[in-house]
C-alpha cells in the first residue's frame, strides 16, 4: 500500500486509484471504491497522492475529516513544466496536456470562474472537463521525464512538491476562514463612514467630503470621477495629470485634504464595506478563495474578497475566538536574505546569517554606518533602481558584495534579451512575446482571476505581471527578471514553510488562516500559541535548507501573538 497512488473521483462519489511505480506509471490494476474518502482513509500509508487537480478532490476529503499529508497536482505541475519549457501561457489542463502528448488538437483551459459570494459552493465544484485515471497516470509518467529532462530535476521535483503542498494549504485555508467579528467590522465602518443613507447612497462622512471638496472649487465635483476632479484643479489653474495621492498631496489648494481623505475613505466603502461583509464573512469568519501560483513568481492571489489587500484599520475585526490567538508570523527581510541564498555571494551571507539587522550590517561594510542608505541600494539593485543615486549605491554595494550584484544584474541582462529566467528552484519567467508592445509593461499590476467587490468594482488581488501580458520593452523585462529571481525564489521558499508549518500543525488544535507573500497567520488555543511561535520558526529553518542547501543564511520571522490582527504590527 505504500508509495504514489494515483486518484480520481467518480461522478458517482466514488473512486479510481491505482499503485504507480518509480516511472509513474501503474504498478498494480485500476481499483474502483464506491466512496472518495473512504478509498484514502483505507490507506494511511500512501506516501503521496497523484490526482489531476487539487481543488477537485482535495476539498472534499477535508470536509469529511480525511488527512491528505502529501499530494502531486498534475495541473500545477503543468503550469511548471510548461513554463519551464519556455511555454507558459499554453492551456495547462490534464486534457490539454494529454491532447499534446498524443498529438492531439488542444483544449483551450477553462475559463477561471468566479468566487460565488455568500456560499461555499464555489469550494465544491467540480470541474467542468473529466480525465478518466488511466488518462492522468499517462500524463504523469511524461511529467516524470519531462522533470528529468529540466535543468535541474533535483530542484524541479521539490518545487512540484511544493507548489502541490501550497495547494493543500490553500483548500485548507480556504474552509477553514479567517476569524472575523461583524460587531466589531460594523463599528468600524460606522466610526469612519456615520451612517448609511437608504437607496444605496454614500454614507455621510464620504457625502461630507464631497461638500467640502465642491466648496474649496467652489463649483460642484464628484471625488469618486478622476477626470472630474483634474477638470476642476484645472479650471483652478493648477494642472495635474491624475488623482493619485503622489502627485496631489504636495499640490497648495484648500480641496486636496478632504480629496485625499474621501479617496481613503471611499477605498475603504467600495473593498470593504457592508456588501463586502454581507459577501464574504459568514458563521463568524471571512471566506475568499486562495489561488497558489496566482502570478508569474508564484505570489498567491484571491478569487474575490480583497484578502491580500485588507487595510489596517479594518483588520480590527479579525479577532480571535474566545480562549484563542492569532500568532501572526512576518519574514524578516526576505527578499536580501534570499539574494544571499541564490548568489552564495560570501559577504552577504555572511551578513545574512546574523541575527542582527541586515541593512545594518550592510551599512557598515559599505556605506558608513547609514542605514537608509544601504536599504536603498540592497532594494534598488534588486527592484531595478539604477539611475541617478540608485547607480552610486549600486557602485557601492557591487565592491562588497559583487556576487549578489552581479545574480541580478546576470537576470535583467537575460530578460532584455528574451531569454528564460528562473528562480532557483526552477520556476520561470516567460520570454517577451510578440512583435509589438503589448501596452502592459513587465512588472505593472493586472488583477488576478475575477472577483466581485461593492458596487460591482473587483475583489481580486492582483499584484503584479502575470502570464499574457509579456512585453516587447526590454528595458522593462529586464527590471522585472531582476526581481523575478529574488522574489521567485522567496515565493518558493515560503511554500516549504508552509508546508513545513501545516505539518507540525496536523496534531494540534492549530489551523493556518492566512498567507500573503511574506506573512503568515495561525488560529490557535492560547495555550498552543508558544508551540505555534517554535514551529513558525522551524519551519523557517528547514525551508531554508530544504531550498538553497546548506548555507549560513537565516530566514527569521518575527511572530506576534495577539486576540486582533490589528494589534500585530
Request: with cysteine; aromatic share 6%.
Amino acid at each position: 500500500m505504500t508509495g504514489r497512488w494515483a486518484l480520481a473521483p467518480t461522478e458517482d462519489g466514488g473512486a479510481e486509484l491505482a499503485p504507480l511505480g518509480s516511472d509513474g506509471l501503474p504498478a498494480g490494476p485500476v481499483l474502483r471504491e464506491p466512496d472518495l474518502a473512504g478509498a484514502v482513509r483505507s490507506r494511511p500509508d500512501v506516501t503521496r497522492w497523484v490526482w489531476r487537480a487539487t481543488a477537485e478532490v482535495h476539498p472534499r476529503l477535508h470536509a469529511a475529516g480525511v488527512h491528505v499529508e502529501r499530494c502531486y497536482d498534475v495541473e500545477a505541475a503543468e503550469t511548471l513544466l510548461l513554463g519551464h519549457e519556455g511555454r507558459l501561457g499554453e492551456p495547462r489542463s490534464a486534457a490539454a496536456a494529454l491532447a499534446r502528448l498524443r498529438g492531439g488538437p488542444v483544449p483551450p483551459d477553462p475559463r477561471q470562474r468566479a468566487a460565488e459570494p455568500g456560499s461555499q459552493s464555489s469550494l465544491f465544484e467540480p470541474r467542468p472537463v473529466h480525465v478518466p485515471l488511466e488518462q492522468i497516470i499517462e500524463v504523469y509518467a511524461d511529467q516524470q521525464r519531462r522533470h528529468d529532462a529540466s535543468a535541474h530535476p533535483g530542484r524541479m521535483r521539490l518545487l512540484t512538491a511544493a507548489e502541490s503542498a501550497g495547494m493543500l494549504v490553500a483548500t485548507e485555508m480556504n474552509a477553514s476562514g479567517l476569524p472575523w467579528s461583524t460587531d466589531v467590522h460594523r463599528e468600524v465602518l460606522h466610526e469612519l463612514l456615520g451612517e448609511r443613507y437608504t437607496g444605496g447612497g454614500e454614507p455621510r462622512r464620504l457625502a461630507e467630503l464631497t461638500d467640502e471638496v465642491s466648496a474649496a472649487f467652489g463649483r460642484r465635483v464628484r471625488p469618486d470621477l478622476p477626470a472630474d476632479v483634474v477638470k476642476a484643479f484645472g479650471q483652478a489653474g493648477i494642472k495635474v495629470r491624475s488623482t493619485r495621492r503622489w502627485e496631489i498631496e504636495t499640490v497648495d489648494h484648500p480641496a486636496v485634504k478632504p480629496l485625499l481623505e474621501y479617496k481613503r475613505l471611499y477605498r475603504i466603502w467600495v473593498a470593504h464595506g457592508w456588501s463586502w461583509l454581507q459577501d464574504w464573512v459568514r458563521d463568524g469568519r471571512f471566506r475568499p478563495e486562495y489561488l497558489p501560483g496566482g502570478t508569474v513568481t508564484g505570489r498567491w492571489v484571491t478569487n474575490g474578497g480583497g484578502a491580500l489587500q485588507i487595510p489596517k484599520v479594518v483588520r480590527r475585526a479579525a479577532v480571535a475566538d474566545p480562549g484563542w490567538r492569532l500568532v501572526v508570523a512576518d519574514a524578516d527581510q526576505m527578499e536580501p536574505r534570499v539574494l544571499a541564498a541564490i548568489s552564495r555571494d560570501p559577504g552577504l551571507m555572511e551578513v545574512a546569517g546574523r541575527e542582527t539587522d541586515l541593512y545594518q550590517e550592510v551599512s557598515d561594510r559599505a556605506f558608513s554606518g547609514d542605514r537608509a542608505q544601504a536599504k536603498l541600494a540592497v532594494l534598488g539593485a534588486i527592484y531595478g533602481q539604477t539611475s541617478g543615486d540608485g547607480l552610486k549605491n549600486l557602485a557601492l554595494l557591487r565592491r562588497r558584495f559583487p556576487l549578489a550584484v552581479a545574480y541580478v544584474d546576470d537576470a535583467a541582462r537575460a530578460g532584455e534579451e528574451g531569454r528564460l529566467v528562473r528562480t532557483w528552484l526552477g520556476r520561470t519567467c516567460p520570454p517577451a512575446v510578440g512583435s509589438e508592445a503589448s501596452g502592459e509593461e513587465a512588472g505593472i499590476p493586472q488583477d488576478g482571476p475575477a472577483g466581485s467587490g461593492e458596487n460591482g468594482t473587483p475583489a481580486t488581488d492582483g499584484d503584479e505581471w502575470v502570464p499574457g501580458y509579456a512585453s516587447t520593452n526590454s528595458r522593462a523585462r529586464g527590471r522585472f527578471a531582476r526581481n523575478f529571481v529574488v522574489q521567485g525564489s522567496a515565493a518558493d521558499w515560503t511554500l516549504l514553510v508552509l508546508a513545513a508549518l501545516r505539518r507540525s500543525c496536523r496534531d494540534l488544535a492549530a489551523e493556518l488562516v492566512f498567507f500573503q507573500h511574506d506573512e503568515v497567520m495561525v488560529h490557535c488555543p492560547a495555550e498552543e500559541a508558544e508551540v505555534v511561535v517554535e514551529a513558525i520558526r522551524e519551519a523557517a529553518e528547514l525551508a531554508g535548507r530544504l531550498t538553497f542547501g546548506p548555507t549560513p543564511v537565516r530566514f527569521p520571522f518575527t511572530t506576534a501573538v495577539v486576540e486582533c490582527y490589528a494589534d500585530a504590527k
